[in-house]
């Protein structure tokens, strides 16, 4: 089934604490990874949190990627949601779990945006029910 987007909802575990609390490096590693899927990087916005953690997020033409991160954790949590063809998210997901020196990763794609078809939408307009 084709949708409009492809969102990546990821878990990323067992990571570089260290990094985890470099907002310039998480910055740079969420552009890449950006860069390395095929997206093209309109704004980047990332904050630093005190004692520790980083988030932000990198929009991108096809939509964005995003962060949350807990250093004393080795955690962080990231969605990549890209729309179209050009881009993959899974590159983006491999690049940036690389990049923390992750332990492991969990992850699941969601699609977005799917639409029923023209027959469903009438066959539901005819009977007026609630067809979710």
């Not at 609390?21 to 309109?42: H, P, Q, R, W, Y």
């Not at 949350?68 to 993959?88: R, S």
Request: proline share 2%; net charge positive; charged share 25%.
């Amino acid at each position: 089934m084709k949708g409009l987007g492809r969102h990546i909802l990821a878990e990323i575990y067992d990571c570089n604490g260290e990094i985890l609390d470099n907002l310039k490096l998480i910055e740079k590693i969420m552009v890449d990874a950006a860069i390395k899927a095929g997206a093209e990087v309109k704004k980047v916005a990332f904050h630093k949190f005190c004692p520790q953690g980083v988030s932000g997020v990198v929009v991108i033409s096809e939509s964005h990627l995003a962060i949350h991160t807990w250093p004393e954790l080795g955690y962080a949590a990231v969605d990549v949601f890209t729309c179209g063809d050009n881009v993959d998210p899974w590159v983006a997901c491999r690049y940036i779990t690389k990049h923390f020196n992750a332990g492991h990763i969990t992850a699941t794609e969601v699609k977005r945006g799917i639409f029923k078809t023209k027959q469903e939408r009438n066959y539901c307009s005819s009977k007026k029910s609630a067809c979710l």
